[in-house]
T-cell receptor
């Protein structure tokens, strides 16, 4: 079965401190991994993706994510958090292409609310 | 702004009714995806169209149907609505046909409330 787990419902961090939002995945074959952010009453906004290559992926707004194949993880990180980073973050994995019914399908985690306090 | 547009933004209707949600993908994108976001189910994939053809189906009820038109816009039709259909419905588009690693860009969503 394919799945994504975000073990923390909420992450609290002080402004200026580094942040990490955790994500683990389970998928057949090589994973295509994505992070999205959702602000209140808005759609999901693409942050970054891992397809292949370097395990450290850089994305929008200073975010980066580290792919770890042995731990099946894809944690989102930022060296210095901003209050404006407060939002709901989703990790997603593309369904395995081994199954035609998965074409293009994104499987999302339950989301992690990031709260950055001044 | 992702470039994906959805109308209407809000929809309030009664049980048993039928509604149509509309999506226009980003310019140049051939794939359209529909997702449902609810508090209890999270974000769930419903259906994927590529250049007018259905490519994959997810947890889409038989009461729901979709299509993609020659101009690439898509419509999601929800019929015999139930209270549990109340949710945020997102459309997303991507340039690829789904087998590659192209990211999907999401519209602002349509919030459906069934009373």
């Amino acid at each position: 079965a394919q799945s994504v787990a975000q073990p923390e419902d909420q992450v609290n961090v002080a402004e200026g401190n580094p942040l990490t939002v955790k994500c683990t995945y389970s998928v057949s074959g090589n994973p295509y991994l994505f992070w999205y952010v959702q602000y209140p009453n808005r759609g999901l906004q693409f942050l970054l993706k891992y397809i292949t290559g370097d395990n450290l992926v850089k994305g929008s707004y200073g975010f980066e994510a580290e792919f770890n194949k042995s731990q099946t993880s894809f944690h989102l990180k930022k060296p210095s958090a901003l209050v404006s980073d407060s939002a709901l973050y989703f990790c997603a994995v593309r369904g395995s292409p081994l199954y035609s019914s998965n074409t293009g399908k994104l499987i999302f985690g339950q989301g992690t609310t990031l709260q950055v306090k001044p | 702004d992702s470039g994906v547009t959805q109308t209407p933004k809000h929809l309030i209707t009664a049980t048993g009714q039928r509604v149509t949600l509309r999506c226009s993908p980003r310019s140049g994108d051939l794939s359209v995806y529909w997702y449902q976001q609810s508090l209890d189910q999270g974000l769930q994939f419903l259906i994927h169209y590529y250049n007018g053809e259905e490519r994959a189906k997810g947890n889409i009820l038989e009461r729901f149907s979709a299509q993609q038109f020659p101009d690439l816009h898509s419509e999601l039709n929800l019929s015999s609505l139930e209270l549990g259909d109340s949710a945020l419905y997102f459309c997303a588009s991507s340039v690829g046909e789904g087998t590659s690693g192209y990211e999907q860009y999401f519209g602002p969503g349509t919030r459906l409330t069934v009373t």
